[in-house]
């Protein structure tokens, strides 16, 4: 995919990936050149190294390889990025505890289908998975919250910890630009329609999203084309957008916070994947889905058990 300059020093690229997902990557032209994620396995070779190509880098102009998270869509192409540039990995500490393979499929594959009792759908997703997640790779700087990565002249992002999407989810500020690179951790309505909002820890997530709402931000530059009140779809919010795409994420954390406890309130022994379906149905309208659409929209069964675990212990 072509790059996209939106600001003098940044180009986004859209890369599309398994399953007709699509994730926008940030390269950072100053000094120390930069590339905030990296995709899946497949987007190095089939749009990242294209795309250097084709606005006159080379792989080894990259020196700093920035994941805002672990998750596979995002990191998955850090082995080939790695390989071809010889860039350091920065994530935030807490999700680089999480690069062991097994750990990474017990909590973002194995655990969802066990929910809905769907075990014997586990190899097929970890195989999926492991596709995507692509070769092992090293984290040279474990990041924390206030740490600054300094790419020279006057290009400084500082290390924001917004947890709840996973548990090492960052968000990285351009102070100077007041430029936001939030990843997924502003999720909007979910991504594409029917979509979902998707995070492990309901408290972590919503008081992440509280958090960047006191920031001034100018320009929010999202990793996925997620959902919100406005009728256009993009990766990019500027202006006004952001604080109402940041409103927008609270009133969906709201709509299934109270469709879980309202589901749960009328029927406290309801079974999990009955909860799934009618917490899903209940909270389409507000989340831009049809109600009588069929399936599970993504992200819908790890958010609305982040949220049941915000609730005491069911007898």
Known sequence: MPATRIHPRILQIAAPFEGNGLVNCYLIDAPKKAIIDTGTASVPRASLLPAL??????????????????HSDHAGGNADMLEASGAGIHMHRADAELTDRDQYLEKYCRDALRLMGQADQISESEAVQLQMLGREWGVERRLEEGDVIDLGDEVRLTVLHTPGHTPGSASFYWESERILFSGDAVNGRGGRSPGFPLYFDAADYLNSIKRLRDIPVETLAQAHRYRWSAPTQNAIRTGAEVRQTLEDSIAAWQTVDVAVKDELGRDPRIQFPELVHRVVHTCAPALGNDP?????????IPTIAAHMRTLPERP
């Open 53 to 70: 190509q084709e606005i006159g880098w080379q792989a080894s102009d990259v020196r700093v390889i920035i994941n805002t998270h672990l």
């Open 292 to 300: 009588d659409a069929e399936g599970i929209p993504p992200g819908a």
